[in-house]
């Protein structure tokens, strides 16, 4: 039953993305597509059959967005099926793992050891290091990317 349902919310959300989400036509989702999804009556009502939690939703776009490529604005983007992938991982009906803890506590050592490269800076009177976390993103192989790396491999 839960495969025909994520069957379904994907045909809804494609749909949605080619009826005008999508503004640039470019197949992925950008931030502000993801938040004009979310105010597409149809697409809300196939998330919540899921069991996405859409209200929730908005407080977690930089989650989502977190390992996403840039585009040639220097825009976080997702492809449709990594957005799929993240959104359905984030439902309600989801238990933790081991394995999400531990993910959990590696993505806020990272966090925070960012934090403190830039209050150390801040505090020695040199300019604050890029946040690497944002402007990094990782690759479909999980190696950190550079945003003017060309992604078309």
């Known amino acids: ?3 025909i349902q994520v069957s379904y919310v994907k045909d809804v959300l494609q749909k949605v ?3 005008g989400i999508d503004k640039n036509g470019d197949g992925f989702i950008q931030k502000e597509e993801f938040f004009a999804m979310l105010a597409n009556k149809e697409a809300v009502d196939a998330l919540k059959e899921v069991g996405v939690d859409v209200l929730t939703l908005p407080d977690f776009v930089d989650i989502i967005f977190e390992n996403a490529e840039l585009d040639e604005f220097n825009e976080p983007q ?3 099926v990594d957005f ?3 959104v359905l991982e984030l439902r309600g009906s989801n238990t933790a793992t081991v394995k999400d803890l531990a993910d959990h506590r590696k993505w ?3 966090r925070l050891d960012a934090q403190e490269k830039k209050l150390k800076a ?3 009177g040199r300019p604050e290091p890029r946040n690497s976390l944002m402007s990094s993103p990782k690759t479909s192989a999980g190696v ?3 945003p ?3 992604r078309a491999s």
């Open 17 to 19: 993305m080619m009826m």
């Open 148 to 150: 003017f790396v060309s």
């Open 84 to 86: 799929m992938q993240t």
């Open 78 to 80: 997702l492809s449709f």
């Open 144 to 146: 950190a990317a550079h």
């Open 108 to 110: 806020l050592v990272r």
């Open 1 to 3: 039953k839960d495969m």
């Open 122 to 124: 801040v505090l020695e």
